[in-house]
């Protein structure tokens, strides 16, 4: 069975499960997902499986991806493309197709997505510093002081300062598949997962 499936973030609501208690839900367009390619470790070194996940237009189809799905027997253009780690990669196909009966409910899984960009962020919103004085005459509310050091005369590489936030792959463990509909292909995972809606998320299962 397929350790993992791609889906899209739909978005977040919430459920009443059996003892009343209402639980917030992250709803996930899972699959279908298509066998692209199926590594050995006779071939490649490895065991894994090739997925592709959602549609495309032709024109966005390069030559080295055309050769590779027509390769797989595939006749329409997928999207994304990730692969999973298998202990035993001969029980795959390359064109077979997995949906999102590969998840039962109550299962653990770990969710992985690029989380919402927020720009150039300052140490106060980026690192949650608590920043000066807002009164008394302080020059020097939310700007970060001097942290260089003396005898290097420099900035140590890692230091925490202003710059680039989110936009980063997030993987958020401890979830747990609170439901699953295999007629409209979604799964429901309690609590929230990394990204904005209606981009790509990667579910696996824990072993």
């Known amino acids: 069975m397929l350790p993992g499936i791609l889906g899209t973030k739909i978005g977040m609501t919430h459920i009443f499960n059996e003892e009343g208690a209402m639980v917030p839900v992250t709803v996930i367009q899972a699959g279908p997902v298509v066998v692209t390619q ?120 890692g230091s925490r300062r202003p710059g680039h936030m989110g936009d980063e792959t997030v993987t958020q463990a401890g979830l747990k598949v609170v439901g699953v509909d295999v007629e409209r292909n979604l799964i429901l995972v309690d609590g929230s997962v990394p990204g904005a809606n209606g981009s790509l998320v990667t579910i696996k299962k824990v072993k």
């Open 38 to 157: 199926v590594k050995t470790p006779e071939t490649d070194g490895y065991s894994a499986v090739q997925v592709g996940f959602g549609e495309q237009s032709e024109k966005h189809l390069t030559f080295p991806k055309f050769g590779h799905l027509k390769k797989a027997g595939l006749t329409k253009n997928v999207r994304h493309m990730r692969e999973f780690r298998v202990e035993d990669a001969t029980q795959f196909q390359p064109g077979q197709e997995f949906l999102c009966d590969v998840f039962e409910t109550g299962q653990s899984i770990t969710v992985t997505g690029t989380s919402k960009g927020r720009g150039f962020a300052g140490g106060v919103k980026r690192y949650h510093f608590k920043g000066q004085h807002m009164t008394h005459g302080y020059m020097t509310h939310r700007r970060p002081l001097s942290n260089g050091a003396t005898g290097p005369q420099r900035v140590f590489k």
